[in-house]
Structures are given as structure tokens and as C-alpha cells.
């Protein structure tokens, strides 16, 4: 049995996109068989190599789109002859050979044109068709499921006790309700953790999205008993999962897999199509509800009132309207609150419990936090190349017109030798139309390579970014719409520019105009609008990058070379909460005297990681702060982590190993704390009252350390205190180890730091990091942006420079006589070459004036991704302006330089 | 004189006659049988199959149980394909029976 690629690759995309030339008949008859063929040939092409596979993938797609339409022509239209498809070939009709073979004819003559002008449309289209099928994906798909349109969502989060009281009464209510909580399942046995993304999800679920099993079953509301059901602890699978960690044996069912370290029964394998209710995250591994508390142990939320983890999803009733639906469940929410209020901890004033009306929100589409971080940036790039495919559609229309010039002569015959003016209307149309039509195909091509390359960049440890980017009809939509209205616009010019052509031209001889040039005005104001749109995108491509670069030299106040962090999770360990802090420092020390460890470190928080506790300062009090800046950030850390992190202490002292429960409670400041609480004096001895992981009351400050970066670069620094990890009196199931290296590579050290924490706790499951990773990954949207950003401004540049050189070297061309007369008068080379750079300067000049108005409202709608610059940086505008008359410049001076070398009597002569 | 077969066709009811297979299996073997000509690709194979399904000389069956279900359907020469079959190999015969009497050329026809 060969295997399949575990992800929906870039390959079979394309396998998709090509057998939907076949009709759709014949895809369900034998799609399955040929992707069987399609990847067994693919495994024999990939012993010769990625370039055989490449060849290979390309060469079938062809060969495919090419039967499939034959197919559609021939198949049908030939079943009722027994015999006639089998050895006669129908002759095609009629209508494709006859204007298209001429307008292919016309084409090909003029190779260099044809390239060039389905190149760019190719790159204009791909581009545009990869970014709007990842925002098809996120954003208007819908869910793979049963009737998505009935689907609703309970607008944020819920505890486990009040879906309870929802589960009792879902038939009540709608036509069914579910829950479920996106979890990373740990699939190792001992060590280093295994994540996968997986789910709690009640016994519903896959019922209330009307989703089946491809084999063996899903699991039902028996299967979700606290502790498991009959069958005990069951686990559904996802396609991926089974063939990427089965290789899709056929008797998966009844295996066990171990989740969490608890050992659960595999009941069924999910369709390959179904990924779970989030968009842009596939759920490998879904277990009941019921089964938390096994895997959690005593760390289990399913009686917490005040764990608000689980999303609530229901289906409507057959006519029920989401007011409906809202109205009906708001009307028994005194009772769900009656029953699930909290009775312990502390009730925060002001706070009312459900005390507002639940919403309902449409679910068709689900629920996507990568929708929410990655909608605008990618719309921003969608409007970006959408300008390069105008810019792109600006080129070839002036391609086009010169091209039309040119056959002025050939067309002016054709109409003297009796062709209608209509048909050789339809011959231009045929070419534009063909010429579109093979961008398209190209764009196809790369919009498939090049979605998947973007979502692998998007895709970050913490957040695969698994999303369908199958072709589907609103992405073919999207491309034909783009490559006909291409086609237009490029298309109408020199259609226009024909019916003043009259068949009497052909009589005369060509050629002996000595200006005359129709279609300059056109051109040039082409030109204009080319400049003008890759100003803009220059602009915006300079001001990603400085916000890249702002964010980037953020200094973190830490040294992050050669730390590598390690997430422990003793949630397994029979230890006592209360023995946790011993059991911390046991951990720590056993890691700091691993081979390969300079020194290791323990904290609440790791620094850049996103997640962060803040807390509200109550003491010292100021009338000039308000709430907000009352919060300051916290963490709880051992006394080597300053020292781990190469921070420094400005004044106090360290923490040190008698700070302990017990001893005075002691606090460390970092300067912009000290700045916004202890502007006037000495901070050191005075006391700091907070909720500091520990009962609140007052704690002394015994030290002012520098700042450094909390959650990301972008929120900087903050005020932030430290408090010592064994005053703590709260202690999570988990914390983070840092562990500095002595020059050694991450695996070496991840292998003898396991080996070191395993002889401690063996049932200790830990996830490395590497912290400059980290520290890259939480800028990996901006890089993702000025990276996309900086090529399509590249790109337009590239474009306009191109168009730019065009309109000169033909407006060049068209000019030789006069040239040649004013040489001959005595015009020498330099005033030749300033003749000619003088228009260009002209066409620069106004499209980086009317640039900079079209930049100026673009940037604005962009404040809230940048960073560090504002939407007017004046250096972005400059540098733009800069970059476009350097490159406008270099595309008039090469055919100037030409035109500077005229000889006087060759060009009289010739004219 | 009978049906004349496409050399694609009768190599997918050639790789047939010795029993059940999938698509890939038909199409490795008449692969494998026909080194020496165009190889056979798998866009137009699958419509060689369709046009052979449409004349009623191959059926698709149900996929035997326990068969990885990625395979794709299984196919079966028909009694009509297997006497397609039988009728070309007639045809075939008599036209090498006719060739026998073909001298061997002489090389002074060309010019």
C-alpha cells in the first residue's frame, strides 16, 4: 500500500482543479480511480526527482483539462452509435476552429508581445486568485456540514455547568444543541509532549453538524458519561491523522491511542472533507466531554462555574429565525442562572453574572480565529494586487495599441479585400480573449503553488493554519471575472483604435508620417495611471517594512541567544497542589545540572509568549491614574531567572531561596513600573498592594529591575512586577522552565534535559521552544505583510518601468525621421537625449503626483496594522518617489541613448 | 468484418481477461504490454474505460470488501467485450493469414 501525502498539498489541489474539466458524471464514476493512478504515477516520478514530479503533475493537469473537455464535446453526444466513440473522433465544432485559429495565428507571429503580455496577466491573475481563495476559505466558505445556514452560535465562551443546563433542554430550544473546546492533546506516553489539535466535544456534536463517519461510527450523547461511557474512553480521527500516523491501515477501529496519557479507544475516522467547526484549525482527535476529568485529573473544570472554556453550537428548528431561537432560550436563562451561579470565590463588584441577554449569531461559515487576525492584512494585499493586475492590464493594453499600429497595413488590406469590419473586430476580441484566457490558465497554476506557500507561511507551531483551499466555484468564478474584465480592459483600445482604419490606407504607402502618432494621447495617459498605482503600492510596500523593522528593534531587555524554553505539565503527577512548589524546584534544579545547561530558570510566564496575567495595583494609590493604568503585568519567577535572561538589577537586590511562603512577602518592580508608580522617590522598602498570585495584601519591594518586553513587541514594555515563584500561593498544573545553553543545539539539549526531568517525574510532559522563535513568530504577520507588500511593489515597479520603456522606445521609433532631421540641422546626442527623457520626466511627474493623492488615501485606511510609522511617513513617500523616478528614468534613458545614435541619412532615407 | 479496436482499448480488455482489477492495476499492465507504443496516460486511459463501460464490454462492479477504498471501483470484461475480444482476434488472423502471401519488399520501388 503506498501512502498518500498527509496534507491537502499543493498537488492535489491541482489533481482537483483538473479533473473538474471532466463532467461531473464522469468525476463521480472514476474521480476516486484516477487519483489513485494520479498519485501511484506520482510516487514513480518521485524516485527520478522533484523536477519528474513537477513534469509530471504539470503534464497530466494538461493532459487531463484536455480529455476533460473532450470528453464534455464528444462523450455525451456520441453514446447513442455503438462503436462511435471507440474509433471516431467528432469532429470539433466549428465555432472553436474559426476565429480562434486565426486570432492563435496572430498570435503566435508576435512571440515576444504574447509572452510577455500572458506573463504578466499570469502573474496579475495568480496573485489575485491566491489571495482571494484564502479569504474564500476563511472568510465565505461555508462549513462542510449539514445545512451550515441553520447553524448558530452562542456568542462567547461558556462553563461546563451551564452548557449542562442548555444540553437539558437543547430539544426545547432548537433542533439540537453541541459543545465543544479546541484543545492541543498531548499523544506521548512519557517526556517530551506530542501535540496534536483535537477537541472535547459533546455527545452531539458530530449529530447537531450532521457530519458521519467515513468508518466506523461518532460518538453519541452514551459514549459522553463523566469518565467515559460503555465502551469507555472512544476517540474520533481525522482522514489526516489516520493516514499520517496509521497510513490508513484499514483496522484502525479499536485501536488504542493514548491522549493526554489516558488510553482511549478509536471508534471512527472522519471523512477526509470534514475539519471541525473552526475555520483554519483541523481537529485530528476529538474525544467526549466526559472524558476531561480522566484526562485532566484533578486540574478538571467540567463542576467549575467559573471556567468559561466550552463554545456552544445549535441548530435551529426547520422555520425557527435566530430571534426565535434568542427569545426562547433568553426565557430560561434566570433558571440556567439560578443553577450555576457561583458559590465560591470572590464576586467582583459590578459583575453580573448572565446578567445580559445571550446572542445568537449565524454559524454557516464557523467560527475562525485566524479569520479574525488575518482577514484585514490579506484584504489590504487582495486590493494591492489587484492594482498590479490593473497595472499589469495597463502594460498590455499599451502593448496592444503599438501591436495595432503595427497592422495597421494588414488589417486596412483585409477590409480592401472585402472582410467586414465586424469580423475583424471579432479576430481582435478572439486575441485579447485568448490572451486572458492563457493568463488565466497561468494564474491558476500559480494561484494553487502559491496559496499553499501562503498559508504555509501563515501557519505558525501554535497555529497550523489547516485550511480548504480546494478550488470551488466562486474561486473560478473570481478568476474568469478577472481574466474577462482583464480582457476588456485591454482588449477594447485597439478594437477602438481599428474602426478608424479604411481600406483605402493600404493603398498608400505607410509609414511616411513624420509625427503622427494616434494613439499617444491613450498611451500616455496609460502610463500615467501605471506610475501612479505602483507609487501607491510602493508606498504601502515601504511602510509594512518600516513597521517590520520598528517592531523588529523593539529592544526585548532580555538577551534571547541560547535560551530555550520548555512548557512542563505535571497535570499526570500524583503530587499535591501544595507540593508543586517543591516539586518546581526540583524540576528546575535537576534541569540546571542536565549536561549542555548553563542555568535554567522557573517562571509563571514566559516572556513574548503572547499570554500574560495582569492584576490591579491598589496600593500606592494616585487620583491621576485611571483603571487601566493601574494594571500592571505579573509574573511569578524563580530567583536565577534575571540572571537566565541577562537582565539587570538597577537597585535592591535579587530574590533569593528565603523567599519563601512564610518569609515577609517581597516584590521586584521593573523601571516603568517604578515611572508611573514612584514618580518623586525612592521605591525600595515601600509596599505595593495587588493580587500577586498569592491572597492579596501588601508585599515589599525589595528591588527595580530594567524593562523588558512581556506579551510581543507590539505592546512593548509595561510596568511589570515580579514576585518570587515559591511565595506564590497559586500553582498551575504547569510552568515554564528557561534554560540557557552552553552552545549547544536545541535537540542535543532537549534530549538530556528530558532525560534529566524524567528521573525526577517521569509523568511530566514537556513542549521546547526555542526563544528567539518565539520572538520571530510573534511578528510573523508583519513579516508575512512587508514580505507580500515589498514583491508586489517590486512587481508594479517592475510593470510600470516595463510599460514606461515601451511607449518611449516606440514613441522612439515612430519619431526616427524627425530625429533624423533635427541631427541633420545639428541637434547633437545630448539634445536628442534630452528630447526624449523630458517626456518621460513629464509622465513620471504627473503619475507620482496623482500617486502621492492615491497613496495618501490608501494609507490612511491602514493605521491600525502599522507600527512605529505613520500613515504620512514622509520617508516612505520620498523613497517611493524616489524609487519610481530611478526606475522610470532607467526605462527612458536606454531607448533615448538609442535614439541619440540615429544616424541623420539612414533615418531620412528611410522615411 | 468486426469492430475495429483503438490499441488503448484492447490492451484495458486485453489486461481484463485474467480477471478483476482496478484502474491502476488495467492500466499498469497495459502499460506493461504495450512498452513499444505510446504509453498510455491516465486522462485519456479513464476515458477509454468510460467509452468501453458505455459499450457494455466492461462493467464496473461493487469494490470487494477489505480493499482500501481509495482504490477507486473495480472493473469486469462482459461476456460482450470477451467476445470483442475473440471476434479482433479473428480479424486479426485472417489479416496476417493475408500477409503471409506479402513477399519480402525490394528496395527499388523507392525513389
Redesign the interface.
Known amino acids: 500500500?503506498s501512502r498518500?501525502p498527509v496534507r491537502t498539498t499543493a498537488v492535489d489541489r491541482w489533481f482537483a482543479l483538473c479533473l473538474r474539466a471532466y463532467p461531473k458524471q464522469?468525476r463521480q464514476?472514476?474521480?476516486?480511480?484516477?487519483?489513485?493512478?494520479?498519485h501511484?504515477?506520482l510516487a514513480h516520478a518521485r524516485a527520478s526527482g522533484a523536477s519528474a514530479m513537477l513534469w509530471f503533475s504539470v503534464r497530466?493537469g494538461l493532459?487531463?483539462t484536455?480529455?476533460?473537455l473532450?470528453?464534455r464535446l464528444t462523450?455525451s453526444a456520441s453514446?447513442q452509435t455503438?462503436?462511435a466513440?471507440?474509433?471516431e473522433r467528432q469532429p470539433m465544432r466549428a465555432w472553436l476552429t474559426f476565429d480562434w485559429r486565426d486570432a492563435f495565428r496572430s498570435l503566435r507571429s508576435t512571440p515576444v508581445v504574447t509572452v510577455i503580455a500572458v506573463a504578466s496577466l499570469g502573474l496579475g491573475i495568480g496573485a489575485n486568485t491566491a489571495l482571494f481563495s484564502i479569504l474564500n476559505a476563511l472568510t465565505l466558505k461555508t462549513l462542510p456540514v449539514r445545512d451550515p445556514a441553520a447553524l448558530v452560535m452562542l456568542d462567547g465562551e461558556f462553563t461546563n455547568p451551564i452548557w449542562e443546563q442548555i444540553r437539558g433542554r437543547q430539544q426545547d430550544l432548537f433542533d439540537g444543541a453541541c459543545a465543544w473546546s479546541a484543545q492541543r492533546f498531548n499523544l506521548s506516553d512519557h517526556g517530551e509532549t506530542d501535540p496534536v489539535d483535537g477537541a472535547y466535544a459533546s455527545g452531539g456534536f458530530f449529530d447537531v453538524l450532521g457530519a458521519h463517519a467515513?468508518?466506523g461510527r461518532t460518538f453519541s450523547a452514551v459514549d459522553d458519561a463523566r469518565g467515559g461511557g460503555p465502551d469507555g474512553p472512544v476517540a474520533v480521527i481525522s482522514y489526516a491523522f489516520w493516514q499520517g500516523r496509521f497510513g490508513?491501515v484499514?483496522d484502525v477501529l479499536g485501536r488504542r491511542l493514548l491522549v493526554e496519557r489516558v488510553p482511549a479507544t478509536i471508534i471512527g475516522v472522519m471523512p477526509r472533507e470534514f475539519f471541525g467547526p473552526e475555520i483554519g484549525r483541523r481537529l485530528d482527535v476529538i474525544v467526549p466531554i466526559g472524558t476531561e476529568p480522566l484526562m485532566r485529573g484533578s486540574a478538571s473544570v467540567l463542576d467549575a462555574r467559573l471556567n468559561w472554556w466550552l463554545t456552544i453550537l445549535a441548530r435551529l428548528k426547520p422555520g425557527q429565525t435566530i430571534a426565535q431561537a434568542a427569545a426562547a432560550l433568553d426565557a430560561v436563562r434566570p433558571s440556567i442562572r439560578a443553577a450555576t451561579t457561583p458559590t465560591v470565590g470572590p464576586a467582583p463588584n459590578g459583575w453580573q453574572y448572565l446578567g445580559e441577554a445571550f446572542v445568537l449569531l449565524p454559524a454557516a461559515t464557523g467560527d475562525s480565529s485566524l479569520r479574525t487576525k488575518y482577514q484585514q492584512p490579506l484584504t489590504i494585499i487582495l486590493a494591492v494586487v489587484g492594482a498590479v493586475l490593473l497595472i499589469a492590464c495597463a502594460n498590455i493594453a499599451n502593448l496592444l495599441l503599438a501591436r495595432a499600429a503595427a497592422r495597421r497595413r494588414e488589417l486596412s488590406l483585409r477590409l480592401a479585400l472585402g472582410a467586414s469590419r465586424a469580423r475583424l473586430a471579432r479576430q481582435l476580441i478572439a486575441e485579447s480573449l485568448l490572451l486572458s484566457g492563457g493568463g488565466a490558465v497561468l494564474g491558476l497554476m500559480l494561484a494553487v503553488w502559491g496559496s499553499g506557500l501562503l498559508v504555509h507561511a501563515i501557519a505558525t507551531r501554535a497555529d497550523p493554519a489547516a485550511i480548504d483551499l480546494s478550488i470551488d466555484w466562486r474561486v473560478l468564478t473570481f478568476t474568469a471575472g478577472a481574466a474577462i474584465s482583464a480582457a476588456m480592459l485591454f482588449g477594447l483600445a485597439p478594437v477602438a483604435g481599428m474602426t478608424r482604419i479604411g481600406p483605402q490606407e493600404a493603398l498608400k504607402e505607410l509609414g511616411r508620417g513624420v509625427t503622427g502618432d494616434r494613439h499617444a494621447g491613450a498611451r500616455n495617459v496609460l502610463v500615467v495611471v501605471q506610475v501612479a498605482l505602483s507609487l501607491a503600492l510602493v508606498v504601502v510596500a515601504g511602510l509594512f517594512a518600516r513597521t517590520f523593522t520598528a517592531l523588529t528593534s523593539v529592544p526585548l531587555g532580555f538577551d534571547s541567544r541560547s535560551l530555550v524554553t520548555a512548557s512542563i505539565d505535571v497535570k499526570q503527577s500524583p503530587v499535591s497542589e501544595a507540593g508543586r512548589t517543591d516539586l518546581y524546584e526540583q524540576l528546575r534544579a535537576a534541569a540546571a545540572s542536565a549536561p549542555g545547561v548553563a542555568r535554567a530558570s522557573a517562571s509563571m510566564i514566559t516572556p513574548v509568549s503572547g499570554s500574560g496575567w495582569n492584576t490591579l495595583v491598589e496600593k500606592p494609590t494616585f487620583d491621576g491614574l485611571t483603571r487601566q493604568q493601574r494594571l500592571s503585568w505579573v509574573n511569578a519567577i524563580s530567583p536565577e531567572f534575571f540572571d537566565t535572561y541577562g537582565m539587570h538589577i538597577r537597585a535592591g537586590r535579587a530574590f533569593n531561596g528565603q523567599d519563601r511562603v512564610g518569609a515577609p512577602r517581597v516584590v521586584i518592580a521593573n523601571e516603568s513600573f517604578v515611572a508611573r508608580f514612584f514618580p518623586n522617590g525612592s521605591p525600595l522598602g515601600q509596599t505595593v498592594r495587588a493580587d500577586l498570585f498569592a491572597a492579596p495584601g501588601d508585599f515589599q519591594i525589595v528591588g527595580i529591575v530594567n524593562d523588558a518586553v512581556y506579551r510581543s513587541q507590539r505592546s512593548g514594555v509595561s510596568p511589570t512586577l515580579y514576585v518570587p515563584f515559591a511565595q506564590s500561593e497559586h500553582r498551575p498544573p504547569s510552568f515554564a522552565l528557561t534554560i540557557q545553553t552552553a552552545g549547544v543545539p536545541l535537540a542535543a539539549v532537549s534530549r538530556t534535559v528530558t532525560d534529566a526531568l524524567g528521573r525526577v517525574e517521569p509523568r511530566a510532559a514537556l513542549t521546547f521552544t526555542v526563544l528567539d522563535d518565539q520572538v520571530k513568530a510573534s511578528v510573523s504577520r508583519e513579516r508575512l505583510i512587508a514580505g507580500l507588500a515589498a514583491f508586489f511593489g517590486g512587481l508594479a515597479l517592475l510593470l510600470a518601468a516595463l510599460g514606461l520603456y515601451g511607449v518611449t522606445a516606440y514613441s522612439v521609433g515612430r519619431r526616427r525621421a524627425e530625429i533624423g532631421i533635427r541631427m541633420a540641422l545639428g541637434a547633437g546626442a545630448g539634445g536628442v537625449v534630452r528630447l526624449v527623457l523630458r517626456r518621460v520626466a513629464w509622465l513620471i511627474v504627473i503619475g507620482v503626483v496623482l500617486g502621492g493623492f492615491l497613496s495618501l488615501w490608501a494609507s490612511s485606511s491602514m493605521t491600525t496594522l502599522l507600527f512605529g510609522v505613520t500613515p504620512r511617513d514622509p520617508l516612505s513617500f520620498v523613497f517611493a518617489a524616489a524609487a519610481l523616478a530611478v526606475a522610470g528614468g532607467a526605462a527612458g534613458w536606454l531607448p533615448a541613448r538609442r535614439a541619440s545614435r540615429i544616424d541623420p541619412l539612414e533615418a531620412l532615407r528611410e522615411s | 468484418m468486426g469492430v475495429l479496436l483503438k490499441p488503448a482499448a484492447l490492451q484495458i480488455l486485453l489486461a481484463l481477461v485474467d480477471g478483476d482489477a482496478h484502474g491502476y492495476a488495467i492500466l499498469k499492465t497495459a502499460r506493461a504490454r504495450a512498452a513499444d507504443q505510446a504509453p498510455l496516460r491516465i486522462a485519456s486511459f479513464y476515458r477509454h474505460l468510460a467509452a468501453l463501460i458505455r459499450e457494455g464490454l466492461v462493467a464496473e462492479l461493487a469494490r470487494p470488501a477489505g480493499v482500501d477504498p481509495r482504490r477507486g471501483a473495480y472493473y469486469r470484461l462482459t461476456p460482450a467485450g470477451r467476445a470483442v475480444l475473440v471476434a479482433e482476434r479473428e480479424r486479426m488472423a485472417a489479416l496476417v493469414a493475408q500477409m503471409r502471401s506479402l513477399r519480402p519488399s525490394s528496395r527499388k520501388g523507392t525513389s
Open positions: 500500500m498518500q464522469f464514476q472514476f474521480g476516486a480511480g484516477m487519483r489513485d493512478a494520479f501511484q504515477d497530466t493532459q487531463m484536455r480529455c476533460g473532450a470528453e462523450g453514446r455503438a462503436g466513440a471507440l474509433h467515513l468508518i490508513g484499514s
